[in-house]
């Protein structure tokens, strides 16, 4: 019931303890109100203000609860749920070679269905409203993503030609040509160009998929430098370092992104700053395979642009960005013996604004007027949360994810203490089991 003199019309008038927005000057709110509209944040300040101001059409009461934006999964593979704890306690090589291509390479489409609606479960649970995605078929988690109303970069992986999945080069091109084309007029979708790895697909794919990105306007995103194996194969192969590879290759820009980046030079380091390139930083996954660590202290210092993804469930083996922020920041510290390196507002805007840059999407990451209303709401009466000084330190150092009782994504509440409004969790279950099954007969008959 608003008895103002309210003169401004809203869809939805959010009320909470504190709101942090992440904008250009990581204003903190407290005692807030963000107003919503079509899908955008309208304004943002004190509720007090914006409560005399609009006259919503509803209200959401977030008393006692924190507001931040949607976290941004910067590089993540979706499907690959259905590998989770299915190969552990192995390196990376033995782990892909023995253990996931054997059984990925023959998954369907109901198979890889169930691993992304799994997929979308998780992120909207723990707080995730964007990702930016490598596999196959990926029209399959352009729809499930879609569906459940959470936002997706598609990008359709590929190796050198001929490759299971794709006969010619012309073939791999057509195909993400229509992938983008398919979703073109769905607001929630996107698609990035998406080759392996230096070491898996050659350098003049690499230089030709790049032309694609530009000719398309989208993203260009790979794999590269994720272990010092990966720079030995490159060296042999080609006399270079996996950068220098890309570098001739011409394919170094703001519209590209690198996971991973665990084994670099100083000189690398440069020229990532250099050519604005953003990289994604993956903690639990580069831990887990024992990869090594991205230098991300060195790399923020340099001035080059991190964002934070988790890499898929089969390496880490959750999609929960709250985990990979606690474990950025720890790992940062311990890397170069310094307390004070990769502190708690650099993990943040990783996870946010440094996620949104690497899918192309850099509005994404923030509450801040005009910018689309992708909100999460964390319950502060967790006692993990309790008392809270600073909620940036909060939301990267005490927060697990299990504190997020809403997600919200251009305005539309998908996730509202306990209940999935576009997924049904139950009939996932059941999925799941399906899966594992599925898995494990392929895998025997592998052998
Ligand atoms: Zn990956």
Redesign the pocket.
């Known amino acids: 019931m608003n008895c103002t003199n309210a003169s401004e019309t809203c869809d939805l008038l959010i009320r909470a303890d504190v709101v942090v927005t992440q904008d250009d000057s990581r204003t903190i709110v407290n005692e807030a109100g963000v107003a919503v509209s079509d899908g955008l944040v309208v304004e943002v300040g004190s509720y007090d203000e914006l409560n005399s101001r609009f006259a919503p059409e509803s209200h959401l009461d977030m008393s006692g609860k924190m507001l931040m934006p949607g976290l941004v999964n910067g590089?993540i593979?979706l499907p690959m749920t259905l590998f989770r704890g299915y190969a552990d306690d192995m390196p990376l090589m033995q782990w892909l070679e023995d253990h996931i291509w054997p059984v990925e390479f023959k998954l369907t489409d109901e198979m890889l269905k169930i691993g992304a609606r799994i997929g979308c479960a998780e992120l909207l649970r723990s707080g995730c409203t964007a990702f930016l995605n490598?596999y196959f078929y990926e029209y399959i988690t352009g729809e499930v993503a879609s569906a459940c109303g959470l936002r997706a970069v598609l990008g359709e992986g590929f190796f050198s030609f001929p490759s299971p999945h794709f006969p010619t080069a012309q073939h791999c091109w057509d195909t993400i040509k229509e992938l983008n084309d398919r979703f073109i007029e769905n607001p929630l979708i996107r698609t990035a160009v998406t080759p392996h790895a230096a070491f898996t697909v050659r350098p003049e794919l690499l230089t030709e998929s790049y032309e694609l990105a530009c000719d398309l306007n989208i993203q260009w995103q790979t794999?590269i430098a994720e272990s010092p194996v990966e720079t030995d194969i490159c060296l042999k192969k080609y006399g270079k370092r996996p950068i220098e590879i890309l570098r001739d290759a011409g394919v170094l820009s703001e519209r590209t992104t690198l996971?991973h980046c665990v084994d670099l030079t100083d000189d690398e380091v440069a020229l990532l700053a250099e050519t604005g390139v953003t990289v994604v930083h993956?903690p639990a996954?580069n831990q887990k395979l024992c990869s090594g660590l991205a230098p991300v202290q060195k790399l923020l210092d340099g001035g080059v642009h991190v964002a934070l993804g988790t890499?898929?469930a089969s390496s880490n083996n959750g999609l929960n960005m709250f985990r990979d922020m606690g474990l950025a920041g720890l790992a940062g510290k311990i890397q170069g013996m310094d307390a004070s390196a990769v502190p708690a507002q650099a993990v943040l805007d990783m996870a946010t604004r440094g996620s949104a840059r690497a899918l192309g999407w850099p509005e994404l990451g923030r509450i801040q007027k005009g910018c689309p209303a992708d909100i999460i709401a964390l319950d502060l009466a967790s006692p993990n949360m309790m008392p809270m000084y600073n909620p940036v330190s909060h939301a990267v150092y005490a927060a697990t994810g299990g504190e997020v009782c809403m997600t919200m994504v251009a305005g539309e509440i998908l996730y509202l203490y306990g209940d999935f409004r576009s997924l049904d969790v139950r009939a996932l279950r059941d999925e799941a089991f399906r899966a594992k099954s599925w898995v494990l007969k392929t895998a025997e008959n592998q052998k």
Request: charged letters at 10%.
């Open positions: 590089h593979h490598g794999h996971a993956n996954s890499d898929g």
